[in-house]
């Protein structure tokens, strides 16, 4: 499930429902998750993938640096979140 890498996913479940994060990393089972804040790149939220609802966008700067294994600042992740939210409005 690499082809998911990059996306911006939204919380179904759990304390942190509604929250939204990237998808840095996937395995069958699992996603792992970054928001810049509470769960930054070092420190990856995991979750299943059936608590978690894909949003059909990501920011193809950084899904093409997380293809190339670079190195991707927090507020980065944080800055791509902020414009998602503000695009849904």
């Known amino acids: 499930m690499s082809d998911i890498k990059g996306y911006f996913a939204s919380s179904k479940a759990g304390h942190d429902k509604g929250t939204v994060y990237m998808i840095l990393e ?25 608590h978690v609802q894909l949003i059909k966008q990501k920011d193809s700067d950084l899904a093409e640096k997380i293809e190339k294994n670079l190195f991707i600042s927090n507020k980065e992740i944080k800055y791509a979140i902020k414009q998602i939210k503000t695009s849904a409005k």
Do not use: A, E, I, N
């Not at 996937?26 to 059936?50: E, F, I, M, N, Q």
């Open 26 to 50: 996937s395995d069958d089972v699992y996603v792992y998750l970054s928001d810049g804040k509470l769960r930054p790149t070092d420190k990856l939220k995991k979750k299943k993938l059936k």
